[in-house]
Nanobody
């Protein structure tokens, strides 16, 4: 089992930046692929970004490319999502997820953290 806990959400204004963190514990040995997803009220869950276990490969959803950066610190078992130039459309609950590899399903999910961007 892998436990994931997100933090760093909050209320910001459009144009501001925010950094989310996802701390992994439990069977967090080894390097799981990690991802960030978001879900806004009334909308389906949306892929935001993912990163390989080594951190050497990253992928982004079209709506966040050029504004968000995913990174990881394996020594701390933590993944980050740096969000810049935030827009009201970025308002959602952001959740992190872990899987054996980028090509595998994400089997473990955190509870999520709310990000609200005011105009």
């Amino acid at each position: 089992q892998v436990q994931l806990v997100e933090s760093g959400g909050g209320l910001v204004q459009a144009g501001d930046s925010l950094r989310l963190s996802c701390a992994a514990s439990g069977r967090a040995r080894g390097m799981y692929a990690m991802g960030w997803f978001r879900q806004a009220p009334g909308k389906e869950r949306e892929f935001v970004a993912s990163i390989s276990g080594s951190g050497g490969s990253t992928y982004y959803g079209d709506s966040v490319k050029g504004r968000f950066t995913i990174s990881r610190d394996n020594a701390k078992n933590t993944v980050y999502l740096q969000m810049n130039s935030l827009k009201p459309d970025d308002t959602a609950v952001y959740s992190c997820a872990a899987g054996l590899s980028l090509g595998s399903p994400f089997d473990y999910w955190g509870q999520g953290t709310q990000v609200t961007v005011s105009s």
